[in-house]
């Protein structure tokens, strides 16, 4: 079992950047592709961008291509999400998510929310106008 936490959020203005992080303990996190999801109010989970667990592959939302970069760490167990650009759309609390692969394979990744085993709590995203 692995335990995420978020954190990096906070109040950006539109045009601004900030940087997601999300510590894993319990397992290493080289075991799991991993995704970032957000959520905004009155609205379903949505999925923003994914990496495999050698990350070599990564995989975005149409709405945050261009702009976000997904990127891990294995060494410090850690998976970031810098987001640039922003815009008050972004605004949402962001989950982190982590994806235990079905086979044994390095550029495996999901953009399915039911394919990821294990979730952080989130952290809040504000990006105002």
């Known amino acids: 079992q692995v335990q995420l936490v978020e954190s990096g959020g906070g109040l950006a203005q539109a045009g601004g950047s900030l940087r997601l992080s999300c510590a894993a303990s319990?397992?290493?996190?080289?075991?799991?592709?991993m995704g970032w999801f957000r959520q905004a109010p009155g609205k379903e989970r949505e999925f923003v961008a994914a990496i495999s667990r050698s990350g070599d592959i990564t995989y975005y939302a149409g709405s945050v291509k261009g702009r976000f970069t997904i990127s891990r760490d294995n060494a410090k167990n850690t998976v970031y999400l810098q987001m640039n650009s922003l815009k008050p759309e972004d605004t949402a609390v962001y989950y982190c998510?982590?994806?235990?692969?079905?086979?044994?394979?390095?550029?495996?990744?999901?953009?399915?929310?039911?394919?990821?085993?294990?979730w952080g709590q989130g952290t809040q995203v504000t990006v105002s106008s």
């Open positions: 998510a982590a994806d235990r692969p079905p086979f044994n394979s390095d550029s495996y990744y999901s953009t399915s929310r039911i394919q990821y085993d294990y």
């Open positions: 319990g397992r290493t996190l080289s075991t799991y592709a």
